[in-house]
């Protein structure tokens, strides 16, 4: 199975600041496509996770332009730039090469 | 698009329990549905997929003796099955659209709690 392993666990961010989150995975998730099958998930308290990035740098449907993520084959980060405090919650990457699918521990950004 | 989960289950160990995931707003077999569960405080787990077009599943290796994934389309909800429930099986269940077997979870069900208790 490919380990996804995230850090930092705990994040504090003042607000207007710039959060990064960093994702590295035990293989390379680079696909015979080119693109590199990571993706990156929030969820809030309360509800279920929701995209946020998709084969690592493409923003889904309705995620902040704020949100972007960037990396390659082992290493990936998922930045929020000025961050506020509804970008509060627990975010998650997530390897969609192989199955099973395996998520990182998540990582809590919250507003110092 | 929307995931429609049915509601709070509270079991005894060695029960088994019956999830449903009824979907709307899309072509029910044109997309799997996988399952992914978090415990308590926890993170996400994934459990496997359904694909309705072909009633095909994959599960992951844990659950393959325990789970069933299945789907009825007249109604189009996915359905997941666990027998022999333990104490470490309680959790939320989440049920999720995505286009292949290993793409994206673009849409996710509320989720189910599931709590295993004597």
């Known amino acids: 199975d490919i380990v996804m392993t995230q850090s930092p666990l705990s994040l504090p961010v003042s607000p207007g600041e710039t959060a990064s989150i960093s994702c590295r995975a035990s293989q390379s998730l680079l696909h015979t496509s080119g693109y590199s099958f990571v993706d990156w998930y929030v969820q809030k308290a309360g509800q279920s996770p929701q995209l946020l990035i998709y084969?690592?740098?493409n923003r889904a449907s309705g995620a902040p332009v704020k949100i972007s993520g960037s990396g390659s084959g082992t290493d990936f980060t998922l930045t929020i730039s000025r961050v506020e405090a509804e970008d509060v919650g627990v975010y998650f990457c997530m390897q969609a090469l192989q199955t099973p699918l395996t998520f990182g521990g998540g990582t809590k950004v919250e507003i110092k | 698009v929307q995931l429609v989960q049915s509601g709070t289950e509270m079991k005894k160990p060695g029960a088994s329990v019956k999830v449903s995931c009824q979907t709307s707003?899309?072509?029910?077999?044109?997309?799997?549905v996988q399952w992914v569960r978090q415990a308590p405080g926890q993170g996400l787990e994934w459990v496997g997929w359904f694909n309705p077009n072909s009633d095909g599943t994959r599960l992951a290796p844990k659950f393959q003796d325990r789970v069933t994934l299945t789907g009825d389309t007249s109604i189009r909800t996915a359905f997941m099955e666990m027998r022999s429930l333990r104490s470490d099986d309680a959790a939320t269940y989440f049920c999720?659209?995505?286009?292949?077997?290993?793409?994206?979870?673009?849409?996710w069900g509320p989720g189910t709690l599931l709590t295993v208790s004597s």
């Open positions: 707003g899309y072509t029910f077999t044109a997309y799997y």
């Open positions: 999720a659209r995505s286009e292949g077997d290993t793409t994206m979870l673009d849409s």
């Open positions: 084969m690592g740098s």
